[in-house]
């Protein structure tokens, strides 16, 4: 079995699981009266969203934990009986940067259902204080990166052009900054049907080559994981949605994509492979201190900037398509950056 048979694999199963699950998982948050709460600073048009489910971010996080948890340890074994050879020698800090990856986006996801929950059954609109959820997050990204610390080089990182570069202490503060900013960044992201999950099927699919390209076959068939479950959601998540990711979701595929992006030792490339995530905190931050600054004037028609351009007169459906597109574009340009 090839490498890419395997990562075929990954994808098939993550796809099937999360998409089979909506059948019995859709109607049991139904039940348990799991639905999403409008909020009012939201477009007035939303508000016929009310009630449908939230927190289906569980669909995906068990087709992509269940997908991995097969064939990673298929990988591994067949590489070290033999059976499938790598280019790329794999040693063991490169493992611990995939198994810490997922377990990072594991917790960002119990934060996120932390916060549904008290959202949904405590009916408090607003869930977690963006405190609470700082310090959360602070926390699980602290610990991934100790957890690199420990296992090996974690400061050397490659930059394109000019290869593999010893940030020193610095690299510490500026992934606890990125992780962070970008795990809320893609939570930001969620905001209309099939938005995030569509654009971070493109970021998992661009992913899929980097690795690729590099022998980094473990990195490969994770990426392939995560496409195949973003995908298996989206056939319930397009539009017109019948069920929500919620914080659930969104900050659980926030932890892979920045997994990803350090698991192939570029985190680097983060701020263009996410150049829509970065555009939807950055217009909310523009938006806030413009308003502060000019004592209540705006920038946007409404932030994030995927509700500027619903107000604008764009359909959903419009939004999601063009901002997947500009991902694979900013997705090739990364790709030529990775072999520089």
């Not at 395997?6 to 039940?31: C, D």
């Not at 150049?275 to 308003?291: D, P, W």
Request: hydrophobic share 50%.
């Amino acid at each position: 079995m090839t490498q890419e048979l395997i990562s075929l694999l990954a994808s098939g199963m993550s796809f099937g699981i999360t998409a089979a699950l909506g059948q019995k998982v859709i109607p049991w948050l139904h039940k348990l009266k799991y639905g999403q709460t409008i909020k009012e600073i939201g477009p007035k048009w939303h508000e016929k969203k009310q009630g449908t489910p939230t927190m289906g971010g569980i669909m995906f996080i068990a087709g992509i934990t269940l997908s991995l948890l097969v064939c990673l340890p298929l990988y591994y074994s067949l590489q070290r009986s033999g059976s499938v050879v790598s280019s790329y020698e794999e040693p063991w800090s490169y493992w611990i940067r995939i198994i810490a990856g997922i377990l990072m986006s594991l917790m960002f996801g119990a934060v996120g259902f932390l916060d549904d929950y008290i959202k949904v059954i405590k009916k408090q609109n607003d869930g977690l204080t963006p405190g609470q959820k700082m310090i959360f997050m602070t926390l699980i990204a602290g610990a991934f990166l100790t957890t690199l610390a420990i296992s090996g080089d974690a400061a050397i990182t490659t930059i394109p052009f000019l290869g593999d570069v010893n940030v020193g202490f610095w690299f510490y503060p500026i992934s606890l900054i990125m992780i962070v900013g970008f795990v809320n960044a893609v939570n930001l992201t969620d905001g209309i049907d099939g938005l995030c999950s569509s654009v971070t099927f493109f970021v998992a699919i661009i992913f899929i080559v980097i690795a690729g390209m590099h022998n980094m076959f473990g990195m490969s068939i994770f990426a392939a994981s995560v496409a195949g479950g973003c995908l298996g959601f989206l056939v319930w998540n397009f539009f017109p949605a019948k069920v929500f990711m919620g914080d659930t979701g969104s900050l659980f595929l926030g932890g892979l994509f920045c997994a990803l992006a350090y698991g192939v030792n570029m985190p680097i490339l983060i701020p263009l492979v996410g150049i829509i995530y970065l555009c939807e905190a950055g217009s909310v931050m523009l938006q806030v201190t413009y308003f502060k600054l000019t004592h209540g004037k705006r920038i946007f028609k409404m932030s994030p900037i995927h509700h500027h351009f619903e107000m604008s007169g764009w359909s959903e459906v419009k939004i999601v398509w063009v901002f997947s597109i500009i991902t694979l574009v900013a997705g090739v340009a990364a790709v030529a950056l990775s072999i520089a």
